[in-house]
């Protein structure tokens, strides 16, 4: 697989998982959700922090149950 085939597969998993929290909603899969657009959204591509700060905009703390 190359790199632009990677990057098209990569794209297409938040849509995955949306369809994926449709079918069967999940509070978790949807926070995750919502994190990874969060981090995605900010311009930030440092994917570790960025990741981390839409945690601390959602109050979000893995070790304690979530939202």
Same mark, same amino acid.
């Given at each position: 697989?190359?790199?632009?085939?990677?990057?098209?597969?990569?794209?297409?998993?938040?849509?995955?998982?949306?369809?994926? =929290? =449709?079918?069967?909603?999940? +509070?978790?899969?949807? +926070?995750?959700?919502?994190?990874?657009?969060?981090?995605?959204?900010?311009?930030?591509?440092?994917?570790?922090? +960025?990741?981390?700060?839409?945690?601390?905009?959602?109050?979000?703390?893995?070790?304690?149950?979530?939202?």
């Amino acid at each position: 697989m190359n790199e632009t085939e990677l990057k098209h597969v990569i794209a297409l998993l938040p849509e995955d998982a949306k369809r994926l =929290q =449709q079918l069967e909603p999940n +509070a978790g899969t949807g +926070a995750r959700i919502w994190l990874a657009k969060e981090a995605l959204e900010s311009g930030d591509y440092d994917s570790e922090e +960025a990741f981390y700060k839409a945690e601390g905009r959602a109050g979000y703390s893995p070790g304690l149950g979530g939202v």
